[in-house]
């Protein structure tokens, strides 16, 4: 390909709208251009680095035992209202868009494909003897993200490769989860990425273990906690760790003390001298339930401690058996327009009465009570008194009437000790979500009455695993992982081309034919190559050419007269001066040898 008819179009300047190193080089560099907010044009170059991806996620997804299949986008609700997840996904923070047809139908755009596969091999697969089955597909996701953002990473509209398997036994599922793991080490790797499998929470798609696939980059919206001997890792959102000792507040008599506009933890530890772990903080907050009905929450947690939404979310909707849709801190505009009295906030404890709720126009009026064990194991602590600037002192829960219900509902974080060795600190890196593999279990094969003949003879449901990689987030991964400060140094295997020839001055007429020739042996040798042959100056091509990163440039300049190129190497600018036999030889050899 000539790059005069790439519709090469690159950016001196960073555009305003890319915060990250990898959406800004895509941009600059002609790879993608934005259309709307998280909805993005693949311009032909980036078009060329995806099909890479996907001959790759293909081939690993074949060699795994996977059938490649193209499911329908547009996704009736009626199945998704029988799996239970319709109002999840399309109320609250849904992120489904979903339409009406013509007839008034309703129908949702497919953000993932469980209930459709479900059906599908329900109806086809009949016997045991036809499990297992591992079915694929690489097509455009859509889901109204909340906050689209990144580029490529974070958008509305993206490329992911999704697979589902079917088992007549869970000891089966479990073997195809553990090769789907391997393959998809192999894939991250085969893709030139560093990418680490970490414990997953499993989110709205359910089930039971999971585990993501995170390139380490310090722009990750993921927080991974990593013990220094590797032996545990996981997101932070299901991290579990041992909280720091708190330290002990000195028994005295219980009393109230005054706190005057020391509301929040860091006020109460300066003006009163105390330590965050002596104090119980309670958060008022407000459940979503997926039955539409809105649950206030008292949460106890220690004063050092953080709440971990997805935690809380989990443990709320075991506690209520009813899927939880979203969660919010409870303001005072938000108690005005319930119709309820002004609360105490900054000053709540855990006992706050059920009578705040009187009155509510939607809310429930009881409130549900969780306890962190942090909070919960504290034998005498300083706790909001329920009246503004008034705190309590060396309280206990036996004076609070009981304590809440306990869960892990506490953050993780950078210095806790890990659970597996106490002697193992947690490390804190960032990490970009790259793959997600689940073993779903029989969630949605039971909730759509999806079933195969068993040995016995016998109706049962099938087991289920399914296993996403979001090909276009990985694309730009890939560029955060690997650039510099001239621009993109793509990994071989998914550049876009191999090598590029660059013609300093195509006036210059011995430039021009050895250019042409060495294109045209490159191509013959089957290398994928793009000849710079703009009439532009040679310092502007240079520049391009590093910004869009291909791995190896040639450049034919001055010394092609006698017959001599420069042979150059994008990721470490190592340069060669080589005859253009030479260079053509060097080149077949090099990247053979590096297409695994
Ligand atoms: P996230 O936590 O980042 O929102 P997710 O856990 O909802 O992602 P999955 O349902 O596990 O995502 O989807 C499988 C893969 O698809 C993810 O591992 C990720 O690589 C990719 N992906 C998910 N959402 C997006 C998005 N909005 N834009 C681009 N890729 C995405
Ligand atoms: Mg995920």
């Avoid at 509902?409 to 659970?419: E, H, N, T, V």
Wanted: contains cysteine; hydrophobic residues 40%; proline residues 4%.
């Amino acid at each position: 390909m000539r790059v005069s008819r790439l519709m090469l179009v690159t950016l001196r300047d960073v555009p305003a709208e890319a915060e990250i190193t990898s959406h800004q080089l895509l941009v600059r560099g002609g790879y993608i251009r934005r259309v709307s907010a998280g909805i993005y044009a693949y311009m032909p170059l980036m078009w060329r680095v995806l099909n890479k991806i996907t001959k790759i996620v293909q081939q690993e997804m074949d060699t795994a035992g996977g059938l490649q299949t193209l499911l329908p986008q547009l996704q009736p609700a009626d199945l998704w209202e029988r799996s239970g997840r319709w109002k999840a996904y399309t109320e609250g923070e849904g992120i489904m868009f979903h339409l009406k047809d013509r007839q008034g139908r309703e129908l949702g755009l497919g953000p993932t494909h469980e209930e459709i596969i479900t059906k599908l091999v329900g109806e086809t697969i009949s016997s045991y003897r036809q499990l297992p089955i591992n079915l694929y597909q690489i097509q455009t996701k859509f889901r109204d993200e909340i906050r689209p953002r990144f580029g490529l990473m974070r958008s509305r509209e993206f490329i992911m490769k999704d697979a589902y398997s079917f088992h007549a036994n869970e000891a089966d599922l479990k073997a195809t989860y553990n090769k789907m793991k391997v393959a998809y080490q192999q894939i991250f790797s085969k893709c030139g990425l560093i990418a680490v499998a970490v414990d997953a929470d499993s989110g709205a798609i359910g089930g039971a273990a999971s585990q993501e696939f995170m390139v380490t980059a310090d722009s990750g919206e993921d927080l991974i906690l990593t013990s220094a001997d590797g032996k545990y890792s996981a997101n932070q959102e299901k991290a579990v760790s041992k909280a720091a000792e708190p330290l002990l507040l000195k028994g005295d008599e219980p009393s109230v003390i005054n706190t005057p506009g020391q509301k929040s933890v860091e006020e109460l530890c300066s003006k009163q001298l105390l330590n965050p772990s002596q104090i119980v903080k309670v958060l008022a907050m407000l459940a979503l339930i997926e039955d539409g009905k809105e649950q206030p929450l008292l949460i106890s947690i220690r004063g050092d401690q953080e709440l971990n939404e997805v935690k809380l979310i989990n443990a709320l909707t075991n506690q209520i058996g009813k899927l939880v849709i979203g969660i919010n801190s409870i303001t005072q505009d938000q108690l005005h327009s319930q119709g309820l009295r002004n609360w105490p906030l900054g000053s709540l404890g855990p006992d706050l009465e059920d009578s705040y709720l009187n009155g509510a126009s939607s809310w429930n009026n009881e409130f549900l009570r969780l306890s962190d064990h942090t909070a919960a194991e504290l034998n005498c602590f300083v706790c909001g008194a329920n009246e503004i600037d008034k705190h309590r002192n060396h309280m206990n829960w036996s004076l609070l009437g009981g304590v809440p219900r306990k869960f892990d509902l506490r953050k993780a974080k950078d210095g806790d000790f890990s659970l597996h060795n106490p002697n193992q600190k947690l490390q804190e890196t960032r990490g970009i979500e790259v793959g997600h593999i689940f073993q779903l279990g029989r969630k949605y094969s039971k909730a759509l009455e999806s079933s195969f003949t068993n040995e016995a003879g016998k109706p049962e449901p099938f087991w289920m695993g399914c296993y996403g990689i979001g090909i276009s987030r990985m694309a730009q991964a890939a560029v955060e992982q690997h650039h510099d400060e001239a621009g993109i140094c793509w990994p071989i295997a998914i550049a876009p081309f191999q090598v590029i020839v660059v013609i300093a001055n195509i006036k210059d007429a011995s430039q021009k034919v050895l250019g042409e020739k060495l294109y045209q042996a490159l191509q013959t040798n089957s290398i994928e190559v793009l000849l710079d042959d703009r009439p532009e100056r040679a310092g502007v091509k240079f520049k391009d050419a590093d910004l869009i990163g291909i791995p190896w440039r040639v450049v034919v300049g001055r010394d092609a007269e006698s017959g001599k190129v420069e042979l150059i190497k994008r990721s470490n600018k190592e340069v060669q001066l080589l005859s253009s036999e030479e260079a053509i030889e060097a080149l077949i050899r090099k990247i053979s040898a590096s297409i695994k």
